[in-house]
């Protein structure tokens, strides 16, 4: 096994990861907090979902932004909205904002210094545990070499506990020389080569690196196993699940054991897979888009053309939608998560017009359409609000991230 450069295990070990070491006493560092002396504010209002939603509020999130691509399109921006706290990777940092008053909750740098200079690095949205208790971010880093040891590139891993902003623990992964070069080619359908946690799972954090999965030990500070040429994309029940490159243009699935690396299952000539629900993932097969069990590799839903890119609303739907290209029209097909069947589509032959999807949450459909901002109602098709005055990328009960604001719910 190769040996995590450094995984040391922080704070009081409160709300960490299933088996990590948790001792000593390291802060995750503080940044601007509310003034614990200040009158008490009123109770926020929730919606459930928010389909209305005011700038009159806004909070700027500073340090969500990416880099502009070569394409000219932005990238999503690095946060995770969870019940009222924006989770933020910056270049240097993961924090965590009140999205009522803009104050960071707590501040968690990285050991390692951010690239200087250029135009910034991309980094993923964090992952933050089901529990909520825990958030964890990933970044590439260089650790300067001295006298004749030359530099060394590793993927810097955080744990943070999000009640006291404590890092649980943290590592130092050596990252082969493909993750951080321009050699490095996207194996998933997202061309965001950025290191990513893709999920923690009884003690053992998948983590990808461009064209390379690493299976860490959260406990004992070891890689239990990587895999180059695999961009895992899905975490579910054991299972790591992702796309392999076989060759030029040629992919495959795999279903891998998180404690092993052991082959669970594959699906042959598969291509581009994302990321499409807790059990689920998407990629490109024979002209078609296939959605595919995470756990066992069956193929759940199969649709016409390629490049459809799915997403689930948190509870019991999962919408794919494609903005269509000069062989296919764009479209929106959701269906029930466990049941797979079909509940609408778009379009629908009534002449309605087919929005461009950017959020799915609670049975709410976020969208944009001629400039203007829409939401469906995600169990018919229905249009749910007309005049929402955002379509935001991330949801919560008290409001969603449109670019990089916090743009608070109205109704």
């Not at 006291?164 to 998933?188: F, H, Q, V």
Request: a negative charge; charged letters at 25%; aromatic letters at 6%.
């Amino acid at each position: 096994m190769l040996v995590a450069g450094s995984l040391a295990a922080c704070g009081d070990g409160g709300g960490g990861a299933a088996g990590a070491k948790a001792s000593g006493a390291a802060a995750g560092g503080g940044g601007k907090a509310a003034d614990g002396g200040a009158k008490k504010q009123p109770e926020r209002r929730t919606f459930d979902p928010p389909v209305r939603f005011s700038r009159a509020h806004e909070v700027e999130l500073t340090g969500a932004g990416q880099p502009s691509t070569a394409s000219g399109e932005a990238l999503r921006p690095a946060v995770t909205l969870v019940d009222g706290t924006a989770y933020v990777a910056s270049e240097g940092a993961l924090h965590a904002v009140d999205t009522r008053t803009g104050d960071d909750r707590w501040y968690a740098e990285t050991k390692n210094e951010a690239e200087r200079g250029g135009f910034g690095t991309k980094r993923v949205p964090p992952l933050v545990s089901e529990d909520g208790k825990t958030a964890y971010a990933a970044w590439n880093r260089t650790v300067t070499g001295e006298g004749t040891m030359p530099d060394r590139y590793v993927i810097e891993v955080l744990a943070v506990d999000t009640a006291t902003g404590k890092k649980t623990w943290t590592a130092e992964i050596p990252s082969d020389p493909s993750s951080t070069g321009l050699a490095a080619n996207p194996i998933g359908a997202d061309d965001n080569l950025a290191p990513q946690v893709v999920g923690v799972d009884g003690g053992t954090a998948v983590v990808t690196g461009a064209d390379t999965t690493y299976a860490l030990d959260t406990a004992a500070g070891t890689v239990r196993w990587k895999k180059a040429d695999f961009r895992a994309v899905t975490l579910a029940d054991g299972v790591v699940s992702g796309g392999e490159r076989t060759g030029y243009h040629e992919g495959r699935l795999l279903g891998l054991a998180a404690d092993t690396g052991e082959q669970r299952w594959a699906v042959a000539d598969a291509q581009e897979p994302a990321h499409a629900a807790r059990q689920l993932l998407s990629a490109n097969q024979d002209d078609r888009t296939i959605v595919v069990d995470a756990v066992d590799g069956k193929v759940r839903v199969s649709l016409e053309a390629e490049g459809w890119r799915c997403r689930d609303d948190a509870q019991t739907l999962v919408a794919c939608a494609t903005e269509g290209d000069y062989e296919s029209d764009p479209g929106i097909v959701v269906f029930d998560a466990a049941s797979f069947r079909k509940k609408w589509t778009l379009p629908d032959g009534s002449g309605r017009s087919v929005p461009k999807v950017r959020g799915f949450w609670h049975g709410a459909l976020y969208g944009e359409l001629g400039g203007s901002s829409i939401v469906l109602d995600g169990a018919t098709g229905k249009d749910r609000e007309t005049e929402p005055l955002a379509a935001p990328v991330e949801i919560d009960r008290y409001g969603g991230v449109q670019d990089t604001t916090f743009i608070p719910a109205v109704g």
